[in-house]
């Protein structure tokens, strides 16, 4: 696992638990998973970003301005 045994995993996570605390740790671990999904998502999303409106938000759009 990238070089990483299990003696400097063990020591890494020991490192971790007297900086940042036990009750922190659930909290780290949530933020960084989400982290992780969502830089997965955006990796397999394509690069182009579509800025057409879509057929709902542009009758929405244009029933707004009669009524102004």
Do not use: Y
Not at 35 to 57: G, H, L, M, V, Y
């Amino acid at each position: 696992m990238f070089g990483i045994g299990m003696q400097e995993l063990l020591v890494i996570l020991v490192l971790v638990l007297v900086i940042f605390g036990a009750k922190r740790l659930p909290e780290i671990g949530g933020g960084l998973g989400r982290a992780i999904r969502n830089f997965r998502q955006a990796a397999s999303e394509p690069d182009e970003i579509d800025i057409t409106p879509k057929k709902d938000q542009a009758n929405k759009t244009d029933d707004e301005d009669k009524k102004a």
